[in-house]
């Protein structure tokens, strides 16, 4: 089992920054592959972003929309996943939950094992 603890969000004017965290606790952290997925209202659950870690070498993907404005970065020694998002639309306004998985990065909500809860992120224009 991994748990998994977002933080981070909030409210932010259009054209603003936000950077959050998911902190991982139970397995290896290096072991999986993280993701960051968001639901707006309404809406389905999307794929924003993944980080893998693979013999010292991190590997990152982005959906189009975010392509540019958002980073997703790991630090294994505190296993925690981040997602630092700039130059935000109010079409990010979302729930963002983090996810885990083991193995490659895949961008289905279907392939992730495990959640955390979610955060809000609302951006105003």
């Known amino acids: 089992q991994v748990q998994l603890v977002e933080s981070g969000g909030g409210l932010v004017q259009a054209g603003g920054s936000l950077r959050l965290s998911c902190a991982a606790s139970?397995?290896?952290?290096?072991?999986?592959?993280m993701g960051w997925f968001r639901q707006a209202p309404g809406k389905e659950r999307e794929f924003v972003s993944a980080?893998?870690?693979?013999?010292?070498?991190?590997?990152?993907y982005y959906a189009d929309s975010v392509k540019g404005r958002f980073t997703i970065s790991r630090d294994n020694a505190k296993s925690t996943v981040y997602l630092q998002m700039n130059s935000l639309k109010p079409e990010d306004t979302a729930v963002y939950y983090c996810?885990?998985?083991?193995?490659?990065?895949?961008?289905?909500?279907?392939?992730?094992?495990?959640w955390g809860q979610g955060t809000q992120v609302t951006v105003s224009s």
């Open positions: 980080i893998n870690w693979n013999g010292g070498t991190t590997y990152s």
């Open positions: 139970g397995r290896t952290f290096s072991n999986y592959a």
């Open positions: 996810a885990a998985r083991v193995g490659r990065v895949l961008t289905s909500t279907e392939s992730y094992d495990f």
